[in-house]
């Protein structure tokens, strides 16, 4: 019923080269790093045993992810689409570094939007009489590479009949940015079908050989749009969710690799020795992945926890304190910060978060365009995003790739939240 132009940057910001050139070398590193975790089962119980006890949503995925163990996974194919998140960190010396935020493992969204971002740049820098600058903006077509991974996990399941589901909200405010996913599909004849969870629950069906079926049309992936925080279920979109774990459908992403995106994984990589355990064999992997990392710390009950909570009550703007949430908009900063940590510094809830340094970009001025906002130079801060893809075939990994960029770019008021919290922009890259 109401359309509104996605929010943007009138002109595209400075990212430092060098940088921009590290986060796309270490994303292919990500890709292999997210799916050994996903098929790491006592790395993932370790490193959750103490966030499920006080996160219910955390728990109530750990529980799916266990019962689909215990019964066998009748997935064989898998396809992950991530997004690495950077900021860049200023030093005292004025240099800046590429700082690691998170991976988003589900529903990495503005692959298609994004795609769209540099053209209106170019022309912007074109009007301006910048035909010069305009030509040094970088082609960017992720929502292309997106779906490409969701073509390729489609031919491996085998069944040119069945078709990509789409699982989607109630409602759909980000639906341009899927479509574009969803058209480079249907150019390549993958039908594609939009339904939410409460249509799963409703239609759908598993046969003798664990083959999903909405409305009898077999689906051989699943890709979620929707299903990252608590307010998205209720009893019987968990009893959905459950439904589509248990299927030999491709889930992009199946529940452990959700799982290997949540904040705990995030800090327990951070710790000196995992990285290698986790990728033996690799040390080239590991140093490029580790340069990346900002400084993480668990709140776990115990000595360390407590040291590091009295560290942050005294100094909380030198943190951030993150929940095991997706979507952004769900961090706290400063003074809440201190607040909540002063409220749970002695109970166990406090393991349900973890800390993380916080990141110190330089600001830049640009204007920022969204519906029905005054128009006004912001100082203004910027996050790269790296879209990732990859798909296995039982151990073999068939593809692994970085699939584009995304640049967010917000007023520095605003401490959290991306373009889906409506602080956040769409930007492009200037190098």
């Not at 292999?32 to 219910?56: G, H, M, P, W």
């Not at 109630?170 to 079908?193: G, H, T």
């Not at 330089?362 to 100082?379: D, K, W």
């Amino acid at each position: 019923q109401v359309v509104n132009y996605a929010p943007f940057t009138l002109l595209p910001s400075a990212v430092p080269r060098a940088l921009f050139e590290q986060a796309y070398a270490v994303q292919q590193d990500f890709n292999l790093l997210v799916d050994a975790i996903s098929q790491n089962k006592e790395f993932l119980e370790q490193t959750l045993a103490s966030t499920i006890k006080v996160d219910d949503f955390t728990a109530q995925l750990f529980r799916i992810y266990m019962q689909v163990l215990e019964e066998g996974l009748a997935q064989t194919v898998f396809l992950g689409i991530n997004r690495s998140d950077y900021m860049f960190d200023c030093g005292l010396d004025g240099t800046a570094a590429l700082r690691q935020i998170e991976i988003n493992t589900i529903a990495a969204s503005f692959g298609g939007l994004t795609s769209r971002t540099a053209d209106v740049h170019r022309l912007v820098l074109k009007v301006l009489g910048k035909t010069e600058e305009a030509s040094h903006l970088l082609p960017n077509n992720p929502a292309k590479g997106l779906a490409l991974g969701i073509a390729k996990a489609w031919e491996l399941y085998g069944s040119q009949r069945a078709v990509v589901m789409f699982l989607v909200e109630e409602i759909q405010r980000n639906i341009f940015d899927q479509r574009c996913v969803e058209n480079e599909l249907w150019s390549r004849n993958i039908r594609v079908i939009r339904k939410r969870f409460r249509d799963v629950f409703e239609q759908g069906s598993l046969d003798a050989s664990r083959r999903l079926y909405m409305d009898g049309q077999e689906v051989a992936v699943v890709y979620y749009r929707e299903g990252y925080v608590p307010q998205n279920y209720d009893q019987q979109n968990w009893e959905a969710r459950l439904l589509l774990e248990r299927s030999r459908a491709v889930k992009c992403p199946d529940i452990a690799t959700q799982l290997a995106g949540t904040k705990k994984v995030q800090q327990e990589l951070s710790q000196p020795g995992t990285l290698e355990k986790l990728l033996p064999g690799r040390p080239e992997a590991v140093a490029r992945m580790r340069a990346t990392f900002a400084g993480l710390y668990s709140l776990d009950e115990g000595e360390e926890g407590d040291r590091i909570a009295a560290t942050a009550i005294a100094d909380p703007d030198r943190f951030v304190l993150k929940p095991q949430r997706e979507g952004g908009g769900n961090n706290l900063y400063g003074e809440e910060l201190r607040q909540v940590l002063e409220k749970i510094k002695d109970s166990p809830e406090r393991t349900s978060y973890i800390l993380m340094d916080k990141i110190k970009p330089q600001p830049a001025l640009n204007y920022l365009l969204r519906a029905h906002s005054p128009l006004q130079v912001s100082e203004c801060i910027s996050e790269l995003g790296i879209f990732g893809v990859y798909v296995r075939q039982g151990q073999e990994l068939v593809l692994n790739q970085a699939a584009g960029h995304l640049l967010r770019t917000k007023a520095i008021e605003h401490a959290d939240g991306g373009v889906a919290a409506g602080v956040a922009v769409l930007d492009t890259p200037y190098l």
